[in-house]
């Protein structure tokens, strides 16, 4: 039975999340503030983190960073939920390393959703290995195992996100992909008009892979239509002049 441990002070919203999940077959454990919530996480290393951002003691934000940091918690996903709901919280809580973000007040089945997603994607037998799909191209190859890449014969260690996220785009090597197969096929839900979510992601795929992410070579934005993985042209190393540098883009 999956674990999941909820951060949250307020009592209403925990009754409400733990219930409903404890209904759907989920182990539950909670916690009242940051300090107690990372020490929890610690202690019994759920399987799910849903966490909310105005804690007492320690915020959110914080809570997230250490418990990514730290060996034992930095792989476990983690659900951001609370009432910020502006796109600059969910930059600021995508960066601090949360793998997905949802608002209150929120609609029980969409939780459900967006949990079984996340537990489904953080499985122990990542995502692409469970597939005959391609796993390398040219400069490119994915280790599902470790989560890693291997970029012009450098190790890359990549998140969960980051490795799903790549694949995606690696399938599809040299196309577009749209903002609403990328949500469908690596968040594992249906797509609703917020795309900051993925413009987080590529901007961190951008800063592991791109010699300079800025001017991505690699990892093209194609305007008003998605992403593109474009390694045709790729020859020698990424910090060489080859390649097609394109203006500053999101």
């Known amino acids: 039975m999956p674990r999941i441990l909820i951060i949250d002070d307020d009592p209403a919203i925990s009754e409400l999340v733990s219930i409903n999940l404890e209904m759907a077959g989920y182990d539950i454990s909670q916690a009242e503030d940051g300090i107690q919530g990372q020490a929890l996480a610690l202690q019994v290393q759920p399987d799910l983190i849903m966490l909310d951002l105005m804690l007492p003691k320690v915020d959110g934000f914080t809570v997230c960073q250490r418990l990514r940091r730290e060996a034992r918690t930095a792989d476990i996903p983690i659900l951001m939920l609370t009432a910020l709901g502006q796109i600059q919280d969910k930059i600021e809580g995508f960066n601090a390393g949360a793998d997905d973000y949802l608002t209150k007040p929120f ?3 969409e939780m459900l959703a967006r949990v079984r997603a996340l537990l489904r994607r953080s499985d122990r037998i990542p995502q692409a290995a469970k597939h005959s799909e391609i796993l390398s191209f040219a400069c490119l190859t994915l280790i599902p195992e470790r989560f890693e890449a291997i970029w012009f014969d450098q190790r890359i260690k990549l998140t969960h996100l980051e490795f799903e996220l790549l694949h995606c785009l690696l399938q599809r090597h040299g196309q577009t992909v749209s903002p609403s197969e990328i949500l469908k096929e690596v968040w594992g839900y249906e797509p609703d008009d917020d795309i900051e979510t993925i413009r987080v992601h590529i901007r961190h795929l951008r800063t592991k892979l791109e010699p300079e992410p800025r001017r991505p070579r690699y990892i093209k934005t194609v305007y008003g239509a998605g992403y593109c993985l ?9 910090n060489s002049e080859q390649g097609l540098d394109l203006p500053g883009v999101e």
């Not at 474009?230 to 990424?238: A, C, K, W, Y």
């Open 230 to 238: 474009d390694l045709g042209s790729v020859g020698g190393n990424p």
């Open 107 to 109: 609609d029980v089945e």
